[in-house]
T-cell receptor, first 113, second 117 residues
């Protein structure tokens, strides 16, 4: 079962910041939060990941609350090409020292002109 | 990502037929994965392989088998296809040199759309 909860859909105006929330209230101390996105049923694309601290890269920023029970992905200046399904994923231990990504249903983000 | 290719991209078959989906990668990664995606849902792990001699079941392996022919090739077979195996299938790779750490990122192929009639 998915360890994350996301709204099924969101809209954002082009040029504005898109803020996508995610709840992961049962996350354990050593479990990372990953974000991927999927455009038009293409292969998912990695965006960003984090453990405790806020993270930023060329695509997005990830804000994780101090209690780690929720996070927000921020796309600072959304474009039409950012329309996609965004998945918030918890990476959990799986078979000894290996890890598995547990996928939920994601948030469909629609960027409007 | 062009570094991970899947063939065929689309396939329509009939119940009971044997089907093979193939995945090749030029990223030099040693870990490969097969996922299934049903409409409106996230991905579910079918099988994964950490090197040529290593095969592991994922959460939904029943009705599927895999073969790791080489480091760069990982194929998925449906021995006797059934309609509820109609789905999108994705192959992914990752680098064990970064495994377990925060950079254990998976890279996905374009997917195969399989329809079983």
């Amino acid at each position: 079962d998915a360890k994350t909860t996301q709204p099924p859909s969101m809209d954002c105006a082009e040029g504005r910041a898109a803020n996508l929330p995610c709840n992961h209230s049962t996350i354990s101390g050593n479990e990372y939060v990953y974000w991927y996105r999927q455009i038009h049923s293409q292969g998912p694309q990695y965006i960003i990941h984090g453990l405790k601290n806020n993270e930023t890269n060329e695509m997005a920023s990830l804000i994780i609350t101090e209690d780690r029970k929720s996070s927000t992905l921020i796309l600072p200046h959304a474009t039409l090409r950012d329309t996609a399904v965004y998945y918030c994923i918890v990476r959990v231990p799986y078979h000894d020292s290996n890890y598995q990504l547990i996928w939920g249903a994601g948030t469909k983000l629609i960027i409007k002109p | 990502d062009a570094d991970v290719t899947q063939t065929p991209r689309n396939r329509i078959t009939k119940t009971g037929k044997r089907i093979m989906l193939e995945c090749s990668q030029t990223k030099g990664h040693d870990r490969m994965y097969w996922y299934r995606q049903d409409p409106g849902l996230g991905l579910q792990l079918i099988y994964y392989s950490f090197d040529v001699k290593d095969i592991n079941k994922g959460e939904i392996s029943d009705g599927y088998s895999v073969s790791r022919q080489a480091q760069a090739k990982f194929s998925l077979s449906l021995e006797s296809a059934i309609p509820n195996q109609t789905a999108l299938y994705f192959c992914a790779t990752s680098d064990s040199g970064l495994a377990g750490g925060p950079l254990d990122t998976q890279y996905f192929g374009p997917g195969t759309r399989l329809t079983v009639l």
